[in-house]
Nanobody, 122 residues
Framework: QVQLVESGGGLVQAGGSLRLSCAAS????????MGWFRQAPGKEREFVGA????????LYVDSVKGRFTISRDNAKNTVYLQMNSLKPEDTAVYYC???????????????WGQGTQVTVSS
């Protein structure tokens, strides 16, 4: 069983930055591909990006490329989502998710955090 807790959300003006953290329980964090998703009001949950367990390679949705960066610190059981140049359309609840030895980026996530709200004002 893996428990995930997101933090770092808040209110920020357009053009600003936030860093989200996702802290995981357990002793096998390094064996999980970690993903970030978001859900805006009235929209379906959207894949944002992910970082693999095997070599920490990353993949991002086109809308955040060049602005968002995912990293992980296995010693701290934590994955990060650094968000720069934020836009109002980035406003959403952001979730982290874990996939045990995941071989893909988009699907197969077994565990989900509770979400953290990110609001970007215009």
């Amino acid at each position: 069983q893996v428990q995930l807790v997101e933090s770092g959300g808040g209110l920020v003006q357009a053009g600003g930055s936030l860093r989200l953290s996702c802290a995981a329980s357990g002793r096998t964090f390094s064996s999980y591909t970690m993903g970030w998703f978001r859900q805006a009001p009235g929209k379906e949950r959207e894949f944002v990006g992910a970082i693999t367990w095997s070599d920490s390679s990353t993949l991002y949705v086109d809308s955040v490329k060049g602005r968002f960066t995912i990293s992980r610190d296995n010693a701290k059981n934590t994955v990060y989502l650094q968000m720069n140049s934020l836009k109002p359309e980035d406003t959403a609840v952001y979730y982290c998710a874990a996939s045990y030895r995941g071989t893909g980026y988009l699907y197969g996530y077994d565990y989900w955090g509770q979400g953290t709200q990110v609001t970007v004002s215009s």
